[in-house]
């Protein structure tokens, strides 16, 4: 067999099959499996999945994953959309600069932004002590650290150049001359957006909600560090069944549930935002 | 550019940078606290950054982890993108999936998996562990980086390399490496930038191995403490001056190129 320059996938396929899609395989065999005195023991025990369906805990944590990314997903399309549309009108030489000071923040650890955050908000931290110092306040604001507040904003923050980007690259495709022609015949400004841009620029609104929500919706460290007693998630859970409890059926079941669901879900974010009208014409015209 | 959307870039910026501005203020801040109003300017976290072993010996181990990974995302890319991109590859969609999936798994769910079936297998976790999984997760992202480059290649110069007598590997160092040569440095940087920024994979696959984020992770369930700020803001200025190198280095690339065409 002469070696064809398609073959060099092989390699690549090989390392995520037993990367990923191997490791998956065996979370779905583990939560037929049975546990006794902490050992894995190899059967076909729906006990796990059992365990799971009544458990009203495992699905409330499965759906606040969904709630949190699908939160995310919405604030950061709010957020981007208007510094997507307000990138396209920079100069060509300024737009190398502005894709370094977008994408710095993302560079930065895990640990790092949320250890930030923490200095931002906490009770002597800056907005407090700005809020303070402007008399607007009279004591320090306690939701701004460790309460579903938190989560939200640190989500949303982390995940905020990723929808910018998406959309924008979208919207640098939009003919100009389609929205002066709008511009021209009538329509206010806000009608050129949503009549115009708005539609032709889901392709990259699907793109980004699709990379927002499988980032955040699986998120636990931010919950975990910044949630405070609202910072429960499924895969804290996931990783204490896996741990300290040693009931790995139960993990796989519950770990393998909330994937099943976010993809589900996604999957249906993604339908939605393809159906619309602009999507069509940019992907038909494509 | 109207004065609306310069406000609306302003407003964003200072709301990416915030948090990373008021880390690294703190961290020349006289005093323990990481309190408003501020004490005065030191260097004192510095020094006992500089004097802790501990923080030493997992900055080199988080360097040393953050190396093969960049390698490591920047070949399997490479292999990817070429296949990608290869003419009359049947199962290009399905690859692609493929290629998708570390991405699109959260990585939480991706890293118990993997820490299962290594306990398992007897696979021991530790840093072999740690970096091929972090290489897996920025195989996409590298993978993107470098066939957003290939797409755009006339392939009809290998061709013609071809053509003349080159071999295949001759027409891919010659024709096609240079080319694409400021993508894979993107590549590599890329790798190195996602395995330093992780915690996630870390917590469930380092195994004995502690990188910087593992530590920090620790002492920020305990407390705040300004050498901390200090250690952040050091890691924080070497991934700035690792990306800025890369962009010189793919600029100059591009300037060399325009002037050679």
């Known amino acids: ?286 | 550019m109207g004065r609306i959307g310069l406000s609306v870039l302003i407003v964003a910026a200072g709301f990416l940078y915030l948090p990373l501005v008021v880390l690294a203020v703190f961290s020349f801040n006289d005093s323990a606290l990481m309190a408003f109003p501020l004490s005065g300017f030191t260097l004192q976290w510095y020094r006992e950054l500089a004097q802790n072993d501990n923080f030493l010996s997992g900055f080199v181990t988080s360097f040393l982890i953050a190396q093969p990974v960049g390698i490591l995302a920047m070949l399997f890319g490479l292999m990817a993108s070429l296949a990608l991109t290869a003419p009359g590859f049947r199962w290009r969609g399905l690859f692609a999936i493929l290629l998708l999936t570390p991405f699109l798994v959260p990585k939480s769910v991706l890293s118990i998996a993997q820490a299962m079936i290594m306990s398992r297998v007897g696979f021991e976790r530790g840093a072999t562990a740690l970096i091929l999984a972090q290489s897996l997760v920025a195989l996409p992202f590298a993978t993107a980086l470098i066939s957003a480059v290939m797409v755009r290649f006339d392939r009809r110069l290998i061709e013609a390399a071809r053509d003349l007598g080159a071999s295949p590997w001759q027409a891919f160092l010659r024709v096609l490496l240079p080319q694409i040569r400021p993508a894979l440095s993107g590549a590599y940087s890329v790798g190195v930038i996602l395995s330093l920024a992780d915690l996630t994979i870390a917590m469930f696959l380092a195994g004995r191995t502690q990188p910087l984020s593992l530590m920090v992770a620790s002492e920020f369930r305990r407390e705040l403490r300004p050498d901390l700020n200090a250690m952040q803001v050091v890691v924080l200025a070497l991934t700035a001056l690792l990306v800025g190198l890369s962009e010189v280095y793919r600029r100059r690339r591009l300037r060399r190129l325009a002037a050679e065409a």
């Open chain 1, 1 to 286: 067999m002469t070696f064809r320059q398609s073959h060099l996938a092989l390699p690549v396929a090989v390392a995520i099959m037993a990367g990923c899609i191997a490791p998956l395989a065996v979370l779905v065999a583990f939560s037929f499996y049975e546990v006794e005195d902490f050992d894995l023991i190899p059967a076909f025990s729906f006990r796990a999945w059992g365990d799971l369906a009544t458990s009203t805990t495992d699905w409330f944590l499965i759906g606040k994953a969904v709630l949190s990314g699908v939160a995310t997903t919405v604030f950061t399309a709010l957020l981007g959309f208007p510094v997507a549309l307000a990138l396209t009108r920079l100069a060509t030489s300024a737009k190398g600069l502005a894709i370094i000071v977008l994408l710095t923040p993302l560079y930065t650890g895990e640990i790092v932004r949320i250890y930030a955050w923490r200095i931002v908000l906490g009770g002597e931290g800056l907005v407090n002590t700005l809020l303070l110092g402007l008399g607007l306040i009279d004591e320090p604001l306690k939701f701004l650290l460790f309460s579903p507040f938190t989560i939200g904003l640190v989500l949303t923050y982390n995940n905020l150049p990723f929808m910018v980007l998406a959309i924008w690259v979208s919207a640098e495709m939009v003919d100009r001359r389609l929205i002066e022609a709008a511009r021209d015949l009538g329509a206010r400004p806000v009608d050129a957006f949503f009549r115009v841009i708005f539609p032709l620029t889901t392709p990259g609104l699907a793109a980004g909600s699709l990379t927002v929500f499988a980032l955040s919706a699986g998120e636990m460290l931010t919950p975990s560090l910044l949630g405070g007693t609202s910072g429960a998630t499924a895969m804290a859970l996931v990783d204490n069944l896996f741990g300290t409890a040693f009931d790995w059926p139960l993990a796989s079941a519950l770990a393998l549930a909330l994937l099943a669901t976010l993809f589900l879900v996604a999957s249906a974010m993604a339908g939605l935002l393809l159906r619309l009208k602009g999507a069509r014409a940019v992907i038909g015209r494509a």
